[in-house]
């Protein structure tokens, strides 16, 4: 049975790569299916509703216990190899995790509590704030990928001034502070847990963690202890990364336990092993899962009556209707409601953005609609024509996916003319950098004067691109911006020119 | 030359500077007149790309006038926008991979390609088709995204643009090429020759904020000019340039103008679009401009030009 624990490590590795190439990569070579992993995942396949995947991950759950943790979440194989890299740093003495140490439950039920009472009360927050995939992804785009740009950089630098071109400079120009700050502070406190404790996270602070755990009650497969040939020795209890083996009262805390197979590789004995649960022969007066309900509904409680309902209001520091505009979502956001719904700023639209147009959101929407992602526009950053990747990664249908033809008449937003500081007229010189930008035309130049033009936009063709904006020579506050828009709706199409039908058989001159 | 001929005109030379130092600069003259009897502009019109390109550049004296053994070329033509190759928003790619090869065969030791992109650069490159013919002509693309590539020169006979910077390319290689195509354009009227030296550039912002028309012709200054512009006019853009909305903004003319004369390339590729939609060439006004830093001729009777029907 030591296998199981290799098999683990195959199959978690084949969730693991794909997303995290996915995050990483710049060069949009890593194929574009391999977005469907992200699908697999219990926060994003709830508010996706996607009832296949649901079903799938509940019959996992069910039938082997926390799979899930062990083999598809992707933070949670991050911790699995910081904490094997942890090991290479201990003396011999030390190897391995401190025994069994009891549950932190009132903590894990009072979050998963807070969680899903917000939930029912209408704001995703807590949940994008936890969800382990979406942290994973911020940790990846926010901190990982810079660096790996970083790196790219340096080397098309080098290789650029030898005069080979294989690699290119992409720009940095990702970086929002709070964002960075938020993903900043979860990468060190997971990494300083499942340094010093493995699982720790996943069983005080993960929502899911602690959802599968009450699962997990139930799970057909689960570790046993044979108590006829263990010896006590306690090896297995210091592999324990969840520290949920409890040798003096031979027990397994199945809520805790993620199934690793780790203790069964561990154990010399051959007394740990995976299979079909005991019948409940002897039981206690109160048995753990018991005392686990319990404490959920203590704690579920105190979250609801606890439970505050923190709307913060826009920023208000400017009042340019430029500062005050309604920010843009991404093409496929489609309602604001349910965007900011199922959003879990997981930052795989951010990442997969070829124009990087796509920023994480300070305060733009507020506080409940931090991280959530935006469009900022700045010189060769807009919404680009002939594309819509960023409606076909998002794994939790927060944005629904768009064919190219589709998201060319999907308004995001409307552009807003303010002649008086367009160069035209403030400077009376050409200009037409917003039209000559304009994917449909429906910012175009008309007569102006003395053979000058001047922008006109035609809000109806407007699909809210923000190409004029991002090129308006107007700085810093543009002539032309993107007004976003609540529900996005369909853009008229644009007429097409009157095609030229002559012969023209001489040069003219 | 055959012998014979080399003979009488050496001991010609030699009695003449013998005999009559008057004789001799006339003779000189002559000789020069003969090297430059090629035409100052050659337009073609009704063959594919690459067949008017080589009938093009026979008439100006072959690929070899221009491109040495070993020379560093580079191509610059427009790929600014993330379209396909019918919609005539970029360069024909056909005829970039038709220069390419003639490059090649003249015996360049490298011929790279780039444009300062306005939709994304990947993109472009991929899209207008162009990487794809040049990789198979054996040229490479360079990026020109990178501001680090771009390097400060200074334009002493700028009116407005006093300096910019420009992309390392041009100014590391031994000859350019210049080979825009030819475009209705919202906010400079038409995308010609000039037009398209706004792709070398870094700082575009700063033309547009400070008078496009006087910095089109100010960069056109720059010391370093192609050694020939080729206007690609197989398919122009009659509307809604410089990109245009589909291809019922395109029209095929299958025709080409080549000419080192900025000036000159601009305001013939006007004349043939007009045949399409009138247009003023005084409303062009970066090509007056032009004309002012005495960068070319707008009148084409005073040049010589060779025009060829296929």
Redesign the interface.
């Known amino acids: 049975m030591k296998y199981l624990k290799y098999i683990r490590i195959f199959f978690a590795l084949i969730i693991f790569v794909p997303i995290l190439l996915f995050f990483l990569d710049f060069t949009?070579k890593v194929p574009a299916r391999f977005h469907h992993v992200a699908e697999v995942q219990w926060v994003p396949a709830i508010l996706s509703a996607s009832i296949v995947i649901l079903v799938i991950l509940l019959l996992l759950s069910l039938l082997f216990g926390r799979i899930y943790c062990s083999v598809l979440c992707p933070l949670g194989v991050f911790q699995d190899i910081v904490s094997w890299k942890s090991r290479l740093f201990r003396s011999k003495k030390r190897k391995g995790y401190p025994s069994f140490t009891p549950a932190q439950s009132i903590l894990r039920y009072t979050i998963l509590a807070l969680v899903v009472t917000g939930l029912l009360a209408g704001s995703s927050f807590l949940l994008m704030l936890l969800d382990p995939y979406s942290v994973f992804g911020r940790m990846m785009s926010q901190l990982f990928r810079p660096i790996v740009l970083e790196v790219n950089n340096l080397l098309?630098?080098f290789l650029?001034s030898k005069g080979n071109?294989m690699l290119?400079?992409v720009?940095q120009s990702g970086f929002v502070p709070v964002v960075f700050a938020i993903s900043f502070s979860f990468f060190v406190i997971i990494s300083v847990m499942a340094w010093l404790r493995g699982r720790l996270f996943c069983n005080t602070i993960c929502p899911v963690g602690t959802f599968l755990g009450l699962l997990s009650r139930f799970s057909v497969f689960r570790i046993k202890i044979n108590e006829s040939s263990c010896v006590k020795c306690g090896l297995c209890e210091k592999k324990c990364k969840s520290q949920c083996i409890d040798l003096k009262k031979m027990e397994v805390d199945h809520s805790r336990c993620v199934t690793c197979f780790d203790c069964i590789s561990a154990c010399k004995k051959s007394s740990m092993t995976y299979g079909l649960r005991h019948k409940q022969t002897n039981e206690a007066s109160v048995s753990p899962e018991n005392k686990n309900r319990r404490t959920f509904l203590i704690s579920t409680g105190i979250a609801v009556s606890g439970a505050v309902a923190a709307r913060a209001g826009q920023i208000k520091s400017n009042n340019d209707p430029f500062y005050t505009r309604k920010p843009v979502m991404p093409p496929g956001a489609i309602n604001s409601e349910s965007f900011h719904d199922k959003c879990t700023a997981c930052q795989l639209c951010v990442t997969k953005c070829?124009?990087q147009v796509i920023k994480p959101a300070s305060m733009q929407y507020g506080i409940s609609g931090i991280m959530q992602p935006h469009l900022q526009f700045s010189?060769?950053e807009y919404c680009?024509?002939?594309?819509s990747i960023c409606s076909n990664v998002c794994p939790t249908g927060a944005l629904k996916p768009l064919s190219v033809e589709e998201k060319k008449l999907t308004r995001v937003g409307v552009a807003v003319l303010q002649l008086s500081r367009c160069?035209v007229i403030a400077?009376e010189?050409?200009?037409?950098?917003c039209?000559?930008?304009c994917?449909?035309?429906a910012v175009?130049?008309v007569d102006y004067k003395d053979?000058l033009?001047k922008p006109e936009v035609t809000a109806d063709i407007c699909i809210g691109c923000g190409a004029c904006e991002s090129?308006c020579?107007?700085?810093p506050v543009q002539a032309i911006y993107v007004v976003g828009v609540d529900v996005q709706k369909r853009a008229k199409k644009?007429a097409?020119?009157?095609?030229?039908d002559?012969k023209?058989e001489?040069?003219?001159? | 030359m055959k012998r014979r001929d080399f003979f009488r005109s050496a001991t010609l030379t030699g009695l003449a500077t013998v005999f009559s130092p008057k004789m001799l600069a006339e003779a000189s003259v002559e000789n020069e007149l003969s090297v430059q009897a090629a035409p100052d502009m050659v337009a073609v019109m009704g063959g594919e790309p690459e067949v008017m390109l080589i009938r093009a550049l026979k008439e100006l004296g072959g690929i070899q006038k221009y491109v040495k053994k070993g020379y560093k070329v580079v191509i610059k033509p427009n790929i600014g926008w993330d379209r396909q190759p019918e919609m005539a928003a970029n360069t024909n790619p056909d005829l970039i991979g038709a220069l390419v090869k003639q490059c090649k065969s003249a015996g360049a030791k490298e011929v790279l390609v780039f444009d300062h992109t306005c939709d994304n650069w990947r993109k472009c490159y991929q899209n207008s088709g162009i990487e794809e013919a040049v990789v198979a002509a054996g040229g490479r693309m360079v990026p020109g995204n990178d501001e680090t590539m771009y390097k400060s020169v200074d334009l002493p006979k700028g009116t407005r643009l006093k300096s910019t910077k420009i992309h390392e390319a041009i100014l590391d290689c031994d000859v350019w090429f210049n080979v825009p195509v030819l475009k209705h354009h919202g906010g400079a009227k038409n995308s010609i020759a000039m037009k398209n030296l706004m792709g070398i550039v870094w700082d575009r912002g700063y033309f547009h904020k400070n008078d496009l028309h006087q910095c089109i012709a100010d960069v056109a200054t720059f010391h370093k000019s192609p050694a020939l512009n080729i206007v690609d006019a197989y398919r122009i853009m009659k509307s809604n340039g410089p990109q245009g909305k589909s291809e019922s903004d395109a029209v095929t003319l299958q025709s080409l103008i080549v000419s080192r004369d900025f000036v000159a390339a601009d305001a013939a590729a006007i004349k043939l679009f007009s045949q399409v939609k009138p247009t003023d060439i005084n409303d062009v006004r970066y090509i007056g401009m032009a004309e002012n830093h005495n960068l070319g001729t707008q009148d084409l009777d005073r040049i010589k030009v060779k025009k060829i029907k296929l």
């Not at chain 1, 010189?429 to 950098?433: K, L, P």
């Not at chain 1, 097409?496 to 030229?500: I, K, Q, R, S, V």
């Open positions: 949009g098309a630098d650029g071109y290119f400079r720009n070829p124009m010189t060769h680009t024509y002939e594309c160069v400077d010189t050409d200009c037409g950098a039209s000559e930008h994917p449909t035309q175009h130049m053979g033009t090129i020579p107007a700085k644009p097409e020119a009157p095609a030229f002559k023209v001489d040069f003219g001159f």
